[in-house]
């Protein structure tokens, strides 16, 4: 079956090109039939109008897509977005093929999106009106647009729009949470969430770590961290980390890494594999040892991390 979503926004234009959509309720789903289509929209229309000072006019839109095709302009791609981030519906589910080149890069200011072109050349005027150009991406912060109910961020401009933040999520100043990407339960995230990844409940994502985005072993996995994981402060992955596993401190561990899995082997023996062999298997340790540098794999019992509730 075909899957839709709807909904009304309120657009911001510069000529005849859209720079922002602004979905207060965006629906799965058909959209209404008739004058039910548009009644909801009508509580935007008071917001509607030229903004003179950035040059740009806002316009009440309504708007149907099919979440299964590719998106056909930049209408289509920010109700995805929206989606997104309103949670009703999780990463790598919708189709998201091509969406750079369907958005524009914005002058997102503290007063709303313009283009780069008029924040250049109107540099007195902005700033005499007290408008502030925070940053100049294809992306806006999700909190401009959505601020989803039971989560902390700590600096809302790393986290774009199309983020998905499930409840009890903490995004500490230097966590960054991508598009298409985000967690899944409650998480801690205080290092960089890739395009396409998703971070399991109760996982840990310390200080300075990083995960690959998207699929990374040839582009036959996509990249996933499972529940009640560490990654530790200064840690990497490109393969997937399966639940109650721990990937040490300062630790990058891509899909052509060698590791030597401790006591595996034939009548105990370490044996030496790719990483990517251990792509999603649970109760892991990674760890570099010490004295050779090599980088070592240990099976763990029991449960993984556990969050301070006080936090979330």
């Not at 594999?273 to 570099?288: D, E, I, M, N, Q």
Request: overall charge negative; proline content about 5%; glycine content about 14%.
């Amino acid at each position: 079956m075909t899957r839709l979503a709807h909904g009304h926004a309120l657009a911001t234009f510069a000529g005849d090109q859209l720079l922002d959509a602004w979905f207060p309720a965006p629906a799965l789903g058909a959209a209404p039939e008739g004058d039910a289509r548009w009644l909801a929209a009508r509580s935007l229309d008071e917001h509607a109008g030229p903004v003179a000072a950035l040059g740009v006019e806002r316009r009440v839109v309504t708007t149907e897509i099919d979440l299964d095709a590719t998106p056909v302009d930049a209408l289509d791609v920010h109700l995805r977005l929206h989606l997104l981030s309103h949670r009703l519906v999780q990463p790598n589910t919708i189709v998201l093929d091509g969406v750079f080149g369907l958005l524009p890069v914005v002058a997102w200011t503290t007063h709303g999106p313009t283009t780069p072109e008029h924040a250049r050349a109107n540099v007195p005027a902005l700033r005499a009106a007290g408008v502030q150009v925070q940053l100049v991406d294809r992306f806006p912060r999700m909190t401009d647009y959505v601020l989803p109910e039971g989560v902390r961020i700590g600096d809302a401009s790393r986290v774009r729009l199309g983020a998905h933040l499930a409840p009890g999520t903490v995004v500490m100043h230097e966590g960054f949470v991508n598009y298409n990407a985000g967690t899944l339960g409650t998480s801690m995230v205080e290092g960089r969430i890739s395009q396409g990844v998703v971070v399991g409940d109760g996982s840990d994502v310390g200080g300075g770590a990083s995960i690959m985005g998207t699929l990374s072993g040839g582009g036959t996995e996509r990249v996933t961290i499972g529940e009640r994981v560490l990654l530790g402060a200064n840690a990497g992955v490109g393969i997937s980390i399966g639940d109650d596993s721990i990937v040490e401190a300062g630790l990058y561990v891509t899909a052509g890494t060698k590791v030597t899995v401790l006591g595996t082997g034939p009548d105990g023996a370490d044996e030496q594999v790719k990483a990517a062999k251990l792509s999603g298997v649970p109760g892991l340790l990674f760890r570099r040892n010490s004295v050779t540098g090599a980088v070592e794999v240990l099976p763990r019992t029991g449960a993984g991390v556990a969050l301070n509730a006080a936090l979330h």
